[in-house]
């Protein structure tokens, strides 16, 4: 599945599905998704939510392909959006099956994207990936707190964790190389990818899952400082203090890991060091049967002949 549909967003975005179909042999999780979603709004009765049940949704019934196009304008109010995704996921608890899939396709424009950016540079199986992305976010509509704003943003913050710890276990894993058989190469750094620093950071307790998703939804992604403000229903100032609070955190966190890793580069430097003859603490100097020439007394010709062999007189 091409996962550059919203890398770029139109003007007027439009919330669409494709009409080719899929072969079940090359699709992924992505691709079953969208098919799925294509079901629920194909046909002379799409599944639909009625927009007079939420505040600043036109009021009637809206497909839920018309839906997504209305949640992607940039004059949708965060608080229409997490309204819009408060009932969703209501419904996708209690009644499962059809919701869940219109969550899942919904959600989608944001999935993409984080699915794009974890394998961007990621040379093992996407699929395991794309995988445990969707599963993430299947998670997360059991356990995300209603009552808070930014629903979506802590749900693609859930789906993103979930991937990338996969790619973190893969990356850690030892990797097999021909020219050895089954032994074993060490194991790959994952890099600084800016997604998986924050990732490595929450899991070390320098920053919160939520702090995370503000430096990442407004440094390397789309949202603004005051959109994210209104989402976390904060001032801007606020908003702003915030995350430069956790990202001065940040930047202690990983000077600590930076300095930590020289300290073990260098004692591993130190570790396996050659060892000179002629260091008193290798011992080499005192093995052996014979000492070492007097060098005060030249070595003595004992015989002329050259069939005698040379002496060294010894103490």
């Given at each position: ?19 080719k179909p899929v072969a079940a042999e090359n699709a992924n ?198 959109e994210a403000a209104q989402a976390r229903g904060q001032t ?27 300290a073990h580069r260098a004692r591993r430097r130190g570790a ?44």
């Amino acid at each position: 599945m091409d996962l550059s549909l919203f890398e770029n967003e139109p003007k007027n975005p439009v919330f669409f599905v494709r009409r080719k179909p899929v072969a079940a042999e090359n699709a992924n999780v992505f691709d079953l998704a969208w098919r799925s979603f294509e079901w629920l709004v194909t046909g002379p009765d799409p599944v639909a939510v009625d927009g007079r049940d939420i505040d600043g949704l036109p009021g009637r019934l809206l497909p839920l392909d018309e839906l997504g196009t209305a949640l992607l304008a940039r004059s949708c109010a965060q608080t229409t959006r997490d309204a819009t995704w408060r009932y969703l996921v209501t419904r996708s608890r209690a009644e499962g099956g059809t919701w869940t899939v219109a969550c899942t396709g919904l959600a989608l424009p944001v999935l993409l994207p984080v699915a794009r950016s974890l394998t961007r540079e990621f040379a093992g199986d996407r699929d395991d990936v794309y995988s445990a992305i969707l599963t993430g976010f299947l998670d997360g509509l059991r356990e995300v707190d209603l009552d808070r704003p930014a629903i979506l943003v802590r749900l693609r913050w859930t789906a993103y964790r979930a991937g990338s710890r996969t790619v973190r276990e893969a990356l850690d894993s030892p990797r097999p190389r021909e020219d050895l058989g089954f032994r074993s190469a060490p194991p790959v750094r994952a890099g600084s990818h800016p997604d998986l620093v924050l990732a490595a950071a929450v899991e070390a307790g320098a920053i919160s899952a939520e702090e995370a998703s503000l430096v990442s939804a407004t440094r390397l992604g789309e949202l603004s400082l005051a959109e994210a403000a209104q989402a976390r229903g904060q001032t801007y100032e606020a908003a702003k203090r915030a995350r430069l609070r956790a990202e001065a955190r940040l930047l202690t966190h990983l000077a600590a890991d930076d300095n930590e890793s020289r300290a073990h580069r260098a004692r591993r430097r130190g570790a396996h060091r050659r060892v000179s003859r002629t260091d008193s603490k290798s011992g080499v100097s005192r093995r052996g049967t014979h000492a070492p020439a007097d060098r005060a007394h030249p070595p003595r010709r004992t015989a002329t002949r050259s069939d005698v062999p040379t002496t060294r007189k010894v103490r």
